[in-house]
């Protein structure tokens, strides 16, 4: 897709939620784990700019990690 700047985000930078919402919304210390789900949330965006909204992605969060401490558990 054609993205002119500042329409699609390109890193996790760019999103409407940060390392330190991730944090305080999941309970979760700093770490791998946080760029994680940052990693996953910039990839739903990427997909979908109009989801790049602070209130879906934090709604969001809570099946996001839990989908991802399954996978990384298997």
Same mark, same amino acid.
């Given at each position: 897709a054609d993205a002119t700047a500042g329409e699609a985000? %390109? $890193?996790?930078?760019?999103?409407?939620? $940060?390392?330190?919402?991730v944090m305080k919304i999941l309970g979760i210390p700093p770490g791998p784990e946080v760029g994680?789900? %940052?990693?996953?949330? %910039?990839?739903?965006?990427l997909d979908d700019p109009s989801? $790049?909204?602070?209130?879906y992605l934090i709604d969001i969060l809570p099946g996001l990690h839990r989908s991802l401490t399954r996978n990384s558990r298997a």
């Open positions: 985000p %390109l $890193n996790e930078v760019d999103l409407a939620v $940060n390392g330190n919402d994680a789900v %940052l990693r996953e949330l %910039l990839e739903i965006v989801k $790049n909204r602070r209130e």
